[in-house]
T-cell receptor, first 115, second 112 residues
Framework: SAVISQKPSRDICQRGTSLTIQCQVD?????MFWYRQQPGQSLTLIAT?????????ESGFVIDKFPISRPNLTFSTLTVSNMSPEDSSIYLC????????????FGEGSRLTVL | GENVEQHPSTLSVQEGDSAVIKCTYS??????FPWYKQELGKGPQLIID?????GEKKDQRIAVTLNKTAKHFSLHITETQPEDSAVYFC???????????FGSGTRLLVRP
């Protein structure tokens, strides 16, 4: 497994502002992913964070709204830009420590509330 | 793309009884099927998984079965305990897509 630390664990934000979520892993990993979990809902993949290149976004998610950085093999950030109440969700970082196996480990999540 | 359906959405059982959660998937290329348990305020935790070359896998009170022909897989929890109460998610993964797609979740309540 892996130890995945996310910051902040929770935050309350004002409409129109942006917030950056950090994800730190205790080992080098090739594959890192960002998921969104809206209240009472399942997990939806936002993007794959690629080290050294632009993130790969899923349908419905765009770089201007959710810019992602991946400067090295242990760290990534997700920014939620120009927030609205609809962005209130849990944002989860996950890693595939074995490469392309699908066996993902998740952080505890960052719970954002937008007023 | 892959679509994963999960049933039931809620499940209430008496302590000691068994619980079964079922999922179906659409992409025949999917070859890895994990199950996650999510407790309140926490991230999902991988509890058991199965790959497409296996029909069944057990780990103590938890078992998963896979029917590739029918494209469905199930989670079985025996001798349920109150600490099994949580939300359970199934998921499907294909090597070709590098994506883990989740089902809608099942809220399991084990009554003491």
């Amino acid at each position: 497994s892996a130890v995945i630390s996310q910051k902040p664990s929770r935050d309350i934000c004002q409409r129109g502002t942006s917030l950056t979520i950090q994800c730190q892993v205790d080992s080098q990993v090739t594959m890192m992913f960002w998921y969104r979990q809206q209240p009472g809902q399942s997990l939806t993949l936002i993007a794959t964070a690629n080290q050294g290149s632009e993130a790969t976004y899923e349908s419905g998610f765009v770089i201007d709204k959710f810019p992602i950085s991946r400067p090295n093999l242990t760290f990534s950030t997700l920014t939620v830009s120009n927030m609205s109440p609809e962005d209130s969700s849990i944002y989860l970082c996950s890693v595939d420590i074995s490469g392309n196996t699908g066996e993902l480990f998740f952080g505890e999540g960052s719970r954002l509330t937008v007023l | 793309g892959e679509n994963v359906e999960q049933h039931p959405s809620t499940l209430s059982v008496q302590e000691g009884d068994s619980a079964v959660i079922k999922c179906t998937y659409s992409d025949s290329a999917s070859n890895y099927f994990p199950w996650y348990k999510q407790e309140l305020g926490k991230g999902p935790q991988l509890i058991i998984d199965i790959r497409s070359n296996v029909g069944e896998k057990k780990d103590q009170r938890i078992a998963v079965t896979l029917n590739k022909t029918a494209k469905h897989f199930s989670l079985h929890i025996t001798e349920t305990q109150p600490e099994d109460s949580a939300v359970y998610f199934c998921a499907a993964y294909a090597d070709s897509s590098y994506k883990l797609i989740f089902g809608s979740g099942t809220r399991l309540l084990v009554r003491p």
